[in-house]
T-cell receptor, first 116, second 114 residues
């Protein structure tokens, strides 16, 4: 399967600052990348779908101006949490896929964000 | 709409079997199964596609009832390493096509004791 990395793995920031999380597909041309958020002991909640070279599609209830997504190449997508607040503290995970139905999603190791 | 998994939690001894169910109210294109250990990313186990095709591990089996929009994951002769939270992810069918978007169930916590 595809190898996906995320950076950083953990980040602690002060309230009001912005944090950028990178998702890299190391050996797979990821036409589509997904960004999820997972709260403790909860399921993965899809935040947005990112297609290379186009604007991300956000799920209902996810503020696109707060969670900025850029997918500039087939191997890199970034999620920027702007003006972070303590309620944004969560586990953020990306996944990559070909974008075709029925194909496997390969997940990155996740980024633990803590906003103080 | 989020699929419903059952049971919410299972406790087993090594060597015992378990079945985890996933049910959706929507027409499905495929069902994906993942296992996640605490603090780690989900690990792919299996995909079941509409029409009967399966992709996944040799040691794990699953079924997909397209008419009932239900899938079951069968874990046999469980090992300690099977412990974790199991998620099903459902892919909706939209005019016969899909773009890979998954909606995950709430998870089933599996604990295997020696």
């Amino acid at each position: 399967g595809a190898v996906v990395s995320q950076h950083p793995s953990r980040v602690i920031c002060k309230s009001g600052t912005s944090v950028k999380i990178e998702c890299r597909s190391l050996d797979f041309q990821a036409t589509t990348m997904f960004w999820y958020r997972q709260f403790p002991k909860k399921s993965l909640m899809l935040m947005a779908t990112s297609n290379e070279g186009s604007k991300a599609t956000y799920e209902q209830g996810v503020e696109k101006d707060k969670f900025l997504i850029n997918h500039a190449s087939l191997t890199l997508s970034t999620l920027t949490v702007t003006s972070a607040h303590p309620e944004d503290s969560s586990f953020y995970i990306c996944s990559v896929t070909s974008g075709r139905g029925g194909d496997t999603q390969y997940f990155g190791p996740g980024t633990r964000l803590t906003v103080l | 709409q989020q699929p419903v998994q059952s049971p919410q939690a299972v406790i087993l001894r090594e060597g015992e079997d378990a079945v985890i169910n996933c049910s959706s109210s929507k027409a499905l294109y495929s069902v994906h199964w993942y296992r996640q250990k605490h603090g780690e990313a989900p690990v792919f186990l299996m995909i079941l596609l509409k029409g009967g095709e399966q992709k996944g591990h040799d040691k794990i089996s699953a079924s997909f009832n397209e008419k009932k929009q239900q899938s079951s994951l069968y874990l046999t002769a469980s090992q300690l390493s099977y412990s974790g939270t199991y998620f099903c992810g459902t892919e909706m069918s939209a005019g016969g096509t899909s773009y890979g978007k998954l909606t995950f169930g709430q998870g089933t916590i599996l604990t295997v004791h020696p």
